[in-house]
């Protein structure tokens, strides 16, 4: 079957992923060979490799793969592998509800701030300077927050992970709103069109591309904030509480961490080559630029 | 059976409650940390069915860094939380209406450990060392101890924030580590020395015990709002959850093994060795109970409070309400009539042998 | 031709910020009045005013003092009641719209029905010879057909006058020449009212009726030429003498403004 | 002809009118924000465990700022060397891609791919691989959260040069190292500084993750952490305020050099 | 005006894309002579290869066969040897060079010393009235103004040859006679060889000794029309019957070969 046009970035983006695989295999086994080789040291000197090859801090890859296929747990028959998909699906579905609140917020933000400009000038650094606050420090009382609310943790989660997507999008949103020039503007007036109708049939169309060059960075920044937000919100789910877990769990199991940190890694990836492939469809009709 | 709820992982839900019930209630319990036999009580409540027996349906919650149990409980976000005195008064301070309706933990566990050739013996040989600190509250007794000896943990020592691990002590990242009897003074001895290839021996390192030092600070305890139970209902909820909780921990002193099996089938990933360690020196915290499990000692109160206050993390004494025992005393009486040992008089701790890495 | 005056320019000033220090008097005392079917074109050197003047009488933008009445009618009210059609320099097509779309726009927002506002705007497509490309997207199409489309676009809702502001100025010389005659042909079967703003004096002598030449700093009215070289004009005309003769008349009238004020 | 006065773009900036759209609003926005925050806590009785006042902060901060800055040095320190690394890192890559120009497509479009994962991920692992207590685990987090968006940035920078500016140095026999000298580099400039403001942000962001994941325990993220869990919202709220304040003067910081770097920018080098 | 040939192009075909499906005979054996000290125009429809011929000539691109020789040797040779002085449509300046150094930069890749090439370079500037400006950055001056400082620009280096690829295509049209008369100037007083690309006819006419008009797929020259309108030309020539004339013959040169090929 041909490959439609706007889902090559796609498909392409899976071959590199493999492709960078298969060189980062080769260089994490070439560097641990090389380091069991000198004993952790450049040859011919004392100074100390930055990071020791042993099997702690560096599990061959073979055993980081081969954990994937492993019981998570002794007594249960679900795999390792299966169990952290699981989990990470936990997350994206976090990320995803965050990324929708995030998009809602960022957009109808911005546009508030394209029809008031004293509103924007007011409240554009601070929301610059929202980015700024150590998300990682509010999200212990966002989730009491949402509890007071009586919400569950995993809509405190997505509002966690909204709180970071947001902001990428207000900035491309109204950056595409305003991005219509001077003509269609002109034009949509000179035949007598409402502000809404503008909005409708011009600014919002015009504002799409940008739209989803902010929904890129958004959904990347949605992951972070669910994982960061999970480290918080105590409902145990989720591909950061694994990490986390397993980060407690280190030496007595160091290959689990690492394939939870690629697992989460893979997740982020996707979910954004899912905003990617959403683009191309939407977007399938425009000219590339 | 296993009863790790895969669904939500982290999460330990039972499988419906006893026949004679004609309903069930659901309630909740967060942790302050993840699986493991530091909680071997609520596992096993769980797993033997003495919560269903009671008409509950109890959900587990594991903890975890962040996971804050007093918050998750001021919050609403659960019905009972597992919580230090220390953390939950200063949380009710703060407006939190938690109140301590069980204390499990009879005893502090905490040491400061340094290596053997390091020569330091005693916490004023530490003035000027790097030593490491969990903080979160669990950094209370410590200073308490140091300030008994005339220090203060930021200006005489180089404070690390320590991570789950003994990671940093064992690389000689720091001088002085902190431990608790039941897990991380058995991580030092599951670790093997490079150079003889054998396991850390415990004449390996010098322990301070602050309990001996006559610091010890009431830690894990069962916590609940006063708002909630204002409700009558509630209040008989609670005395059951307590009652099936108390008759876990019997259990547990009671059949050693088949309960280091319950906490290990509930998702810790530590090995078999670590958590029967764990395990024993739990019961050692608990047992015996001169007054009963769950009972409140005044004096180890009010100790706990100092600790709390002299630390800067409390600025008054809490008010009356910050502990009741009926519930417990109603709990204990009808564990008692269930035939259990509530006291663990004639109890002995177990031999358990660490094997590398704790398998 | 009859004589109704379509649009009354009277007096008309507009000051660019007229508070702050940077205040552009962009045009100074403008009286103009132009009728209906006319083709009448604004001429003059970057700057002097004449996108601002077309502008204004658009009520794309306010003027400073003065009175515009188009159609007996205020200029805002005119805009309200769809009474322009707008070409600019650039076509502004929405790159998301088909051709066919695009040029429905007006009616779309005027609230015409959708079977209505197809059948009209395939006619104006046919007006404009771009019926086989009324499923093509703007950037299928040369720089000369988005224009045309973007003209076909103006007369849509059947405006009674058309406002335009440099439509050609950035085609080539060719295509420029090929739309010129196009844009005779349309005014000729629409009988619309043209208001025209050119840089070109060979433009505005080709297409116009009347050119209206303005100076710079402050904008004003400088001299209108009227052109009659006879309709329908043709490639022919363009090699004609009389039509050097008025080209050699606007450029005399346009350089004695340039010389009044100081060249460029 | 005209040309277009800068100076009056520049004498524009203390007009009164532009005080009162420009300056005013901001000014009066946070006055609103705090205003309300105050009114709605004291007014509802709000639990200082569910949000604190702003007046219990600004105390909480005057009583302990000095413990905050000093937690403020060692995450600084942290972040400052992540993001020195992460840039110089970014950058050398950055112009190797320029130089070897068949290599950037594979390489770039690899970073942008990596990108997309949630490096805080790596805290842990950086943790075990650098040392949990040492700041080359914070810094090197922050780096490569630094690294990746200004590798991408940079490399378009060096790459998206107009193909206009590339004929007339050809024209002129101008050699390879001249057209990256006076072409290539000028023209990456604007977009490096896109990647370096992302990367002020993200830097800071990493370093607080890191912390939590152990460390020095004078950390700000460390203290902030600490703070909420007692609970002392007021004082975790000072150090969330201290730690915003920084990004914002880091970012400011950049902003300044991108203005010092680029002055050709003046008007346009708004930034944000 | 000698006769000593400074470009001889013989013979010359370039064809895009050579062996790919979309291959494009650009231009097909194009045979040209130009003479030192000549201006010579290349008119013709918009793809006729203009451009291309202009840039092979200057070793931008490279031809598929033939020959070129540029004062007498290969075109490489001539453009390392940095005989070429060249302004492109757009003024194409660096955006980060203040316009001095903007104006300094041939000078600067060919390693003259900073103060000799700002005494140069500022020379160049008072060539074009824009010694007041020197200080400014490209997006402080106007379309026209940053078109006259790639003229000096291009200038600076003192080149043998002037290559200019419709340098005022992008300026209105005052903008444009004016900027037409001040090249002639520049021209008479540099006795540089110029070879001028461009759409416009009268522009052509206006400043060329010589038209070479092309036409499309493939392109070739149509035929060469010799303008002797006498230098220096003025406003004046413009409106001379003269000019008319002779724009005429080069509109009916190049209508015929519009007409050969089909239109627009
Ligand atoms: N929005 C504006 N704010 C301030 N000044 C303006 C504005 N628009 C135009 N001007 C000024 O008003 C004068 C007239 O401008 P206008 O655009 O009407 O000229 P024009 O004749 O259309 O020029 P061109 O031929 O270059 O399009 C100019 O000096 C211009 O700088
Ligand atoms: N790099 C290229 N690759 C393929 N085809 C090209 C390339 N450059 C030009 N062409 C083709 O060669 C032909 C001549 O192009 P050229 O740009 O020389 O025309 P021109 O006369 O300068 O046109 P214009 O007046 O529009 O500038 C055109 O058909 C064009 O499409
Ligand atoms: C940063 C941080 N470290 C540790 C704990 C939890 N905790 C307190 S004491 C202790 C050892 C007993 O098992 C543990 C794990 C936390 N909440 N946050
Ligand atoms: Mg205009
Ligand atoms: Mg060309």
């Known amino acids: ?289 | 059976a296993p009863s790790a709820d895969l669904a939500t992982p982290g999460t330990s839900t039972g499988d419906g409650v006893a026949d004679h019930c004609e309903s069930g209630d659901e309630v909740r319990v967060v942790l302050q940390w993840v699986a493991q036999s530091q909680f071997a009580g609520y596992y096993a409540a769980q797993d033997q069915g003495f919560y269903a027996d009671e008409c509950l349906e109890v959900t587990i919650q594991e903890g975890g860094v962040n996971v804050v149990p007093q918050q998750m409980l001021s919050s609403g976000n659960t019905e009972f939380a597992v919580s230090h005195v220390t953390k939950s008064m200063a949380t009710r301070e703060e407006g939190a209406d938690l109140v301590n309706i069980g204390q499990i933990f009879q005893r502090g566990a905490y040491l400061q450990v340094s290596w053997a050739d390091s020569g330091l013996e005693t916490l004023s040989d530490l003035e000027g060392q790097k030593v490491g600190s969990w903080g979160f509250g669990n950094d209370l007794t410590l200073r308490a101890a140091m300030a008994g000896e005339g220090m203060d943990l930021e200006e005489d020592t180089t404070m690390v924030q320590q991570p789950f691990d003994m990671s940093l002590l064992l690389n000689r990242d720091i001088d002085s580590a902190q431990a608790k009897t039941y897990n991380e003074y058995a991580q030092l001895l599951e670790a093997t020395n490079p150079e003889t290839g054998e396991l850390y021996q415990p004449s390996d390192f010098n322990t301070i015990n602050l309990q001996d030092l006559g610091y010890s600070s009431l830690e894990d305890g069962v916590y609940a709002r006063g708002e909630w139970l204002r409700d009558e209902e509630n209040q008989d909820i609670a005395t059951r959850f307590l009652k099936a909780t108390f008759e876990g921990w019997a259990f547990c002193r009671d059949h050693f093994e088949e309960c280091t099996d319950i906490v290990l089938d509930n998702g810790s990933t530590l090995g078999y060795s670590h958590m029967a360690w764990q395990l024993n020196e739990v019961n050692r915290l608990i047992w015996p109970s001169p007054e009963g499990i769950g009972a409140v000692d005044e004096d180890a109160w009010q100790q706990t409070i100092d600790i709390a206050m002299q630390g800067d993390v409390l600025a008054t004494e809490p008010d009356a309400g910050a502990y009741r025992t009926d519930l417990s005393e109603a709990a204990l009486e009808a564990a008692r009539e269930n035939g259990v040992d509530v006291i663990g008089d004639d109890y002995e701790p177990e031999d358990v042998e660490l094997a590398p890495g704790g398998e | ?264 | 002809m005209t040309a277009i006065d800068s100076s009056s773009a520049r004498s524009s900036l203390v007009s009164p009118s532009w005080l009162l759209h420009n300056v005013l609003p901001v000014i009066v926005a946070p006055v609103v924000i705090l205003t309300l925050w105050q009114a709605l806590v004291r007014g509802f009785q709000v639990d200082s465990f569910v949000l604190p006042a702003p007046t219990d902060i600004a105390g909480a901060l005057v009583e302990e700022i000095g413990t905050i800055l000093s937690a403020s040095t060692v995450t600084v320190r942290a972040v400052l060397l992540g993001l020195a690394s992460g840039v110089s890192g970014g950058v050398t890559v950055a112009l190797l891609l320029a130089r070897f120009r068949s290599l950037s497509a594979p390489i770039l479009t690899v970073a942008v791919i990596v990108n997309c994962a949630p490096i805080v991920a790596l805290a842990p692992i950086f943790n075990n691989w650098l040392g949990t207590a040492s700041i080359a685990s914070k810094a090197g987090v922050a780096a490569i959260m630094v690294f990746f968006p200004v590798l991408v940035n940079t490399t378009r920078g060096l790459l998206n040069v107009s193909a206009l500016h590339l004929e007339v140095m050809e024209s002129l026999a101008a050699s390879p190292r001249q057209v990256t000298l006076w072409v290539r580099l000028p023209n990456a400039l604007p977009y490096l500084f896109n990647g370096v403001k992302l990367g002020t942000t993200l830097s800071v962001i990493a370093v607080i993750v890191s912390e939590y994941f152990g460390g020095p325990a004078d950390a700000l993220g460390v203290y902030i952490a600490q703070m909420a869990a007692l609970p002392r919202y007021a004082e975790a709220w000072a150090g969330i305020l201290v730690s915003a304040a920084l990004g914002l003067a880091l970012f400011g910081l950049v902003n300044l050099l991108e203005r010092y770097l680029m002055p050709w920018n003046a008007t346009t080098g708004s930034g944000g």
């Open chain 3, 1 to 264: 031709m009859s004589n109704r005056v379509v649009i009354d320019v009277d007096n008309v000033d507009k000051v660019f910020d007229a508070s702050g220090k940077n205040s552009v008097a962009a045009l100074q005392g403008i009286d103009l009045t132009i009728d209906e079917g006319e083709f009448v074109s604004l001429l003059g050197p970057s700057g002097c005013g004449k996108s601002t003047l077309l502008r204004v009488m658009a009520d794309l933008t306010a003027s400073t003092s003065g009175r515009i009445e188009v159609n007996e009618k205020s200029a805002t009210q005119a805009r309200q009641d769809r009474d322009y059609g707008m070409v600019f320099q650039q076509p502004g097509l929405f790159e998301w719209r088909s051709v066919l779309r695009n040029v429905e726009l007006p009616l779309q927002v005027a609230g015409v029905a959708k079977e209505q506002r197809r059948q009209r705007a395939q006619k104006m497509l046919e007006l404009v010879h771009l019926s086989d490309f009324e499923r093509h997207f703007p950037w299928q199409l040369s720089g000369g057909m988005q224009q045309r489309v973007s003209i076909a676009r103006a007369l849509t809702s059947a405006p009674k006058i058309l406002l335009m502001d440099e439509p050609l100025g950035a085609l080539d010389e060719m295509n420029r020449e090929y739309l010129q005659s196009e844009l005779l042909r349309i005014w000729d079967s629409t009988k619309t009212t043209v208001v025209f703003v050119t840089h070109s004096i060979s433009e505005a002598v080709f297409l116009s009726s009347r050119v209206v030449i303005m100076s710079p700093r402050p904008g004003r009215v400088a001299g209108v030429v009227e052109v009659d070289l006879p309709y329908p004009r043709t490639a022919r005309t363009r090699t004609s003498p009389e039509f050097y003769d008025k080209v050699t008349e606007v450029r005399t009238a346009l350089h004695a403004v340039l010389a009044e004020t100081e060249t460029v």
């Open chain 1, 1 to 289: 079957m041909p490959v439609r046009q706007w889902a090559t970035p796609f498909v392409s983006a899976l071959g590199w992923f493999f492709g960078v695989a298969v060189v980062g295999t080769a260089l994490w086994e070439g560097y641990k060979a090389f380091g069991q080789l000198t004993g952790d040291v450049f040859p011919g000197t004392d100074i100390n490799l930055p990071v020791s090859t042993d099997d702690l801090a560096m599990p061959h890859t073979w055993s980081i793969a081969a954990s994937l296929i492993e019981p998570v747990q002794r007594g249960v028959d679900i795999s390792l592998g299966s169990y952290l998909v699981q989990q990470a699906m936990v997350t994206l579905q976090e990320s995803f509800a965050g990324l929708l609140l995030g998009t809602l917020v960022g957009v109808l933000l911005a546009v508030v701030f394209l029809w008031f400009g004293a509103v924007r000038q007011g409240l554009m650094p601070w929301v610059v300077a929202s980015q700024t606050v150590p998300l990682v420090a509010i999200a212990p009382m966002v989730v009491v927050w949402g509890g007071q609310l009586g919400l569950p943790a995993g809509i405190t989660v997505a509002a966690i992970s909204a709180y970071l997507a947001f902001f990428p999008i207000v900035i491309n949103m109204l950056r595409g709103l305003q991005s219509p020039p001077t003509i269609q503007v002109d034009l949509m007036r000179s035949i007598a069109a409402s502000n809404g109708q503008s909005l409708r049939m011009l600014r919002f169309p015009a504002a799409l591309p940008y739209l989803f060059a902010g929904l890129r960075v958004a959904a990347t920044a949605s992951v972070i904030g669910a994982i960061v937000g999970e480290l918080s919100a105590g409902t145990g789910n989720g591909i950061g509480r694994v990490i986390l877990n397993f980060t407690y769990y280190y030496s007595s199991g160091p290959e689990k961490l690492y394939a939870a940190v690629l697992v989460a890694s893979l997740a982020g990836i996707v979910f954004v080559q899912f905003i990617h492939l959403a683009e191309g469809l939407l977007l399938r009709r425009r000219p590339r630029s």
